[in-house]
Nanobody
């Protein structure tokens, strides 16, 4: 059984910074891609940033230049450094692992429980 646990959310003023962390534990055979998504009230969940096992990254245009995704593959962890936060960044942030949990099985996506980020103006 796989579990993803996030930490680091909170409340900050506009222009501030937060760092989110997500650790995956349990039966993990191979991680293919990790990412952060967010969902604001009334909106659909959207991709914020992703990183592959090889280190290739992608960012949503709205966060490019302000957010940085990184990983620690040995510890099955992914991080999101968020700088110059804006009120429109307010949302619940979810980490996502795309991985294979056992040899011979198909890759699947796993989600954390979400952590609230609130940015006040």
């Amino acid at each position: 059984q796989v579990q993803l646990v996030e930490s680091g959310g909170g409340s900050v003023q506009a222009g501030g910074s937060l760092r989110l962390s997500c650790a995956a534990s349990g039966s993990i055979f191979s991680v293919i891609r990790m990412g952060w998504y967010r969902q604001a009230p009334g909106n659909q969940r959207e991709a914020v940033a992703t990183i592959t096992v090889g280190g290739s990254t992608n960012y949503a245009p709205s966060v490019k230049g302000r957010f940085t995704i990184s990983k620690d593959s040995a510890k099955n962890m992914v991080f999101l450094q968020m700088n110059n936060l804006k009120p429109e960044d307010t949302a619940v942030y979810y980490c996502n692992f795309d991985m294979v949990v056992a040899p011979g099985t198909y890759e699947a996506e796993y989600w954390g429980q979400g952590t609230q980020v609130t940015v006040s103006s």
